[in-house]
């Protein structure tokens, strides 16, 4: 069965094009499942107890699960879906804590974009955002993509 992709092609990005996904709240489920899939069972995560100590005052979801979420939340919008070659270069910065009941979604802005046809496509640079329920970014950085080109 041959794949018909959903997603945006090299050449349908623009430089300032916006584009934002839908949210997702945060579980203890997601948690409990990252640190299994990882194997990083930091108290942060997993202990409740021991998290009350922190300056936090609770578990905080791990940074790079909110990371590979806002991924996978621009793959179900579909502009990235089908058409994504290769995620080149992710420069990120983790500027607050995620909690359980949390709930994020991602804008990302084209800041860049470089044609490389002898890898059938293009570059795509986008500046990401992942914003909570309260409009404030708790990580952001640039995602530096490899996308299919129309044929």
Not at 101 to 119: E, F, M, R, S, Y
Not at 125 to 151: C, P, S, Y
Request: glycine share 10%; charged share 20%; net charge neutral.
């Amino acid at each position: 069965m041959k794949l018909i992709p959903r997603g945006m092609y090299f050449e349908d990005f623009t430089i300032g094009q916006e584009l934002s996904t839908a949210a997702r709240t945060i579980t203890e489920t997601d948690i409990i499942n990252f640190a299994g899939l990882s194997g990083d069972f930091n108290f942060i995560h997993t202990n409740a107890e021991a998290a009350k100590e922190t300056p936090y005052g609770q578990r905080i979801a791990h940074g790079m699960l909110i990371a590979s979420i806002a991924t996978g939340l621009a793959i179900q919008q579909g502009f990235i879906d089908g058409t994504t070659l290769a995620f080149r270069e992710l420069t990120w910065k983790f500027s607050q804590p995620v909690f359980i009941g949390d709930t994020v979604q991602v804008v990302v802005k084209v800041i860049a974009t470089k044609a490389v046809p002898k890898l059938g496509g293009g570059l795509v640079t986008f500046e990401a955002h992942v914003i909570n329920q309260r409009d404030e970014a708790v990580q952001k950085g640039e995602w530096k993509m490899l996308m299919k080109g129309k044929e």
